[in-house]
């Protein structure tokens, strides 16, 4: 049965709500939609009036393809809420005069890491994502969140899987557009054997990648992937972790390197490969922490190579955080956790006397509760600086400053 609605917000995830609750997809406050009902969230059937959020979206994809949520609403106000995203949660933690910075955003074009799923069907090899909330798998064409590199691979992807995949089987294909050349990793039920491995050789240099792994272990090698960090190169392991976007990592990079100060010694916790401990060691003692072992010892290797004063460990610091007597050497630390945040170490820096953290944050709401831990510890929340670097998607990166007297 339908109705008709009017939608006077976006909610958390991005989509429009009405004023007694209801969510509808792909909708902007002031529209005017006939929907039909499909438990808590409705069904747009129609727009009958667009609110003054209302754009065009840019890919053909959009309302179909679950890569995108927000591509339907105007930059401006689509950064502000955005931007309300980061207050919001901050403000349900007590930091009601946060001092939140307008937001940064990155282009269209530069997101250089995804995540396909590609499947045999009887026409050949689909690749794409899967529509929202669901596992039917839309088969794109375009994505111009990609860069170049990863856009331009959709085609020959499709073309030069199919011959590779069985009739209905399915494979997650990681592709991360890194210096030297796309790095493809395979992720599906096959075991190696020789038949396999020289189809997957033939594969990688049909579509003139730099390297192609199976299931983790790399297969074919052209061109070995690495990341250039000033005067450091890293090799890197393969499916590493990178930032979204190599413009937002410049970004955070020099938020981090201008928030420094004349700290000496330096802890970078959850520091992955190094993109932000090998940006700070130009003249600090810098000790990186991960758990990731693949990326701590391609980081080793980096910082030998550059010669820098820099240490890296393996060790879960979710399970074995810095303690306050650990860190009583550091006169900064960084932390960029993962979207669980870094509750057990914020409570150890709570107890410790380090004078500078700087946090990295792909979520606002376990950052504002990590904020909360310090902030009860004697550290004051300086600057809160916002970015989007995951475009057209409710997900928010943001860079904040704590400072404490010793």
Not at 170 to 181: K, L
Not at 196 to 202: M, Y
Not at 280 to 291: K, P
Not at 300 to 310: E, H, M, N
């Amino acid at each position: 049965m339908s109705e008709t609605v009017e939608i006077t917000r976006l909610g958390h995830a991005g989509d429009g709500v009405t004023a007694d609750g209801a969510f509808v997809a792909y909708t902007v406050p002031g529209d005017v939609v006939r929907v039909s009902s499909n438990g808590a969230r409705m069904q747009i059937e129609e727009v009958l009036e667009g609110g003054p959020w209302r754009g065009k979206p840019a890919c053909r994809h959009f309302g179909s393809c679950g890569g995108c949520a927000l591509q339907h609403v105007l930059p401006e106000p689509y950064l502000a809420w955005k931007r309300e995203l980061v207050l919001s949660a901050l403000a349900q933690r007590g930091f009601k005069d946060a001092a939140v910075e307008p937001i940064r955003a990155v282009s269209p074009g530069t997101r250089r890491r995804a995540m396909f799923k590609a499947r045999k069907s009887q026409a050949g090899a689909e690749l794409g994502f899967y529509e929202p909330d669901s596992r039917t798998l839309v088969d794109i064409l375009q994505c111009p969140v990609l860069v170049p590199a990863l856009e331009n691979l959709i085609a020959p992807l499709k073309r030069h899987l199919a011959p590779l995949l069985r009739q209905h089987e399915t494979v997650e294909v990681h592709a991360t557009a890194t210096d030297s050349g796309v790095d493809l990793s395979l992720k599906w039920k096959r075991e190696r054997n020789p038949e396999l491995l020289t189809a997957l050789s033939q594969f990688a240099v049909a579509l003139r990648i730099g390297r192609l792994s199976s299931n983790g272990d790399p297969v074919a090698i052209g061109q070995t992937p690495v990341q250039q960090v000033g005067r450091f190169t890293v090799v890197l392991p393969p499916e590493a972790f990178l930032q979204p976007t190599a413009e937002g990592e410049r970004i955070l990079q020099t938020l981090l390197r201008a928030e420094i100060g004349g700290a000496h010694n330096v802890a970078d916790l959850f520091s992955g490969w190094g993109a932000f401990a090998l940006a700070l060691a130009e003249g600090r003692a810098v000790h990186a922490i991960d758990s990731a072992e693949a990326q701590i010892n391609a980081l080793k290797r980096a910082a030998r190579t550059g010669q820098a004063q820099l240490t890296a460990e393996t060790r879960d610091l979710y399970r074995r955080p810095l303690l306050p007597a650990e860190l009583s050497r550091f006169d900064a630390v960084v932390l960029d956790p993962p979207r669980p945040g870094a509750k057990a170490q914020a409570e150890a820096l709570a107890r410790s006397d380090v004078p500078h953290v700087l946090y990295v944050s792909c979520n606002p709401a376990t950052f504002a509760r990590d904020a909360r831990i310090l902030a009860d510890g004697g550290y004051h929340l300086g600057r809160v600086a916002p970015l989007d670097q995951f475009l057209w998607s409710p997900h928010v990166e943001l860079f904040a400053v704590f400072t404490r007297s010793r």
